[in-house]
């Protein structure tokens, strides 16, 4: 949860440094190795042998003379983990190459243009929404050199564009929770919640929300580009999901008791907490558990919303979002539609390593209160939607157009 999915991947993709570095990279290595093994969250590395990985990259230590190729072994080697929240940080500067001031999606085999921050230069150098880039190696590069890209537009004709290397979209925009509502020509009013992050303020936000879109005859909850955050996502699921039980993090203090998988037993017993909405909250709660703590659903009594919820999700909906999305799934009536979420759900710290490298670790594990495991597992929408270029370019929006279908398909029902 410390660490947004899109941070992290921007990080997995910093590899361009060539500088050579006079640094003790066999030190690093062993700081790495150490870290893994005190810190990880799971005792049994998910069936993989860590001893025999890391001999065989320690093998290859020898060989390192630069930074970037470090960073490049360290990643490889924590990728054999087979899970998401890992990184390998270079010293100083996050890293020397950079993207585009806009987001994209990959749509058959090719990055396509589906979002452009206002204030980027992409848009001044003529980047547009649609916009299919035909050599996406071409997106990353040095932050001081633009990025020299050839586009399709929608029209079928290509150019050839200088845009800016910029790093955008984060941090998020403010504020990360917003609301509107809107009322319809047929009586009925739709309440719209955007959360982009949840956040140590998120909760607070949450509340304003549904206290503005409480009388609505239906809710519109848009989590497509949440990269996660913090428990603070609990506050929306108990607006309409029943109380108790929301979602446990196991550590590996704890799974080092066990004797085999988690069960239902296990998280049954576990310390329970209410309101933990900050990250600090979360880590301390964990740790009064010794390793494991079930983060609970508040019971809001009348403030609870009673009318047709439909919860958007998508390939960027990661992290604690997803454990949102998997509480509203399988704890809720919601109806989830869009695309199958990033598959990114764990918790994660940074920690430090010799020579001021630093790694992103999984320090908890996300389970169901029915000892379902959901680490990294992927969320499916109920109604699965289709983006297409096409639409895209037609300022199209497929997913909100199903999620409005499903509403007006709840109002039909007696």
């Known amino acids: 949860m410390r660490q947004p999915l899109a941070i992290l991947a921007a990080i997995a993709l910093m590899t361009g440094s060539a500088h050579a570095q006079t640094r003790d990279y066999a030190a690093v290595f062993e700081g790495l190795d150490q870290a893994v093994r005190a810190n990880y969250y799971d005792p049994r590395f998910g069936g993989h042998d860590w001893n025999a990985i890391s001999a065989r990259y320690r093998d290859r230590v020898a060989g390192v003379r630069s930074d970037a190729e470090f960073q490049r072994l360290g990643r490889e080697m924590l990728g054999e983990l087979g899970v998401s929240h890992v990184a390998v940080h270079l010293p100083g500067q996050a890293g020397p190459t950079m993207g585009l001031g806009a987001l994209w999606e990959e749509i058959d085999g090719h990055p396509v243009i589906v979002e452009i921050d206002p204030a980027s230069g992409a848009r001044a150098a003529g980047l547009r929404i649609g916009d299919r880039i035909l050599d996406a190696a071409a997106i990353r590069g040095p932050r001081d050199q633009p990025a020299l890209l050839e586009v399709e537009r929608c029209d079928g004709a290509r150019a050839a564009l200088s845009v800016p290397r910029e790093s955008a979209f984060w941090p998020p925009r403010e504020r990360t929770i917003s609301w509107s509502t809107l009322r ?19 909760a607070g936000l949450i509340d304003a929300a549904m206290a ?12 497509r580009n949440n990269s996660g955050g913090n428990a603070s996502a609990l506050r929306l699921l108990a607006y309409f999901a029943e109380a108790g039980p929301g979602v ?9 008791t066990l004797n085999g998988p988690v069960g239902p037993g296990d998280v049954a017993t576990i310390h329970q907490v209410h309101g933990a909405y900050t990250t600090e909250a979360v880590f301390q709660a964990v740790t009064d558990g010794r390793g494991a703590v079930m983060l609970m659903i508040e019971d809001i ?5 009673d009318k047709p919820v439909v919860v958007l999700i998508g390939p960027e909906t990661g992290s604690a979002a997803e454990g949102f999305a998997w509480g509203a799934r399988e704890q809720t009536d919601a109806v989830l539609v869009g695309r199958p979420s990033a598959g990114a759900l764990l918790s994660s710290d940074r920690f430090d390593l010799p020579e001021g490298w630093a790694v992103t670790l999984p320090v908890h594990g996300t389970w169901g209160p029915d000892g379902r495991d959901y680490g990294d597992q992927v969320v499916p929408p109920h109604i699965e939607t289709v983006r297409t270029r096409e639409a895209i370019c037609r300022n199209e929006d497929a997913d909100l157009a199903a999620a409005i279908q499903t509403l007006e398909a709840a109002w039909a029902r007696p």
Request: net charge negative.
């Open 212 to 223: 503005a879109v409480s009388r609505t005859d239906g809710l519109l909850i848009d989590i």
């Open 301 to 305: 009594g009348d403030l609870r919303y």
């Open 184 to 202: 319809r020509g047929d009586g009925r009013s739709v309440g719209y919640i955007r959360a982009d992050r949840f956040g140590d303020d998120a």
């Open 248 to 256: 446990a993090l196991l550590s590996r203090p704890y799974l080092e």
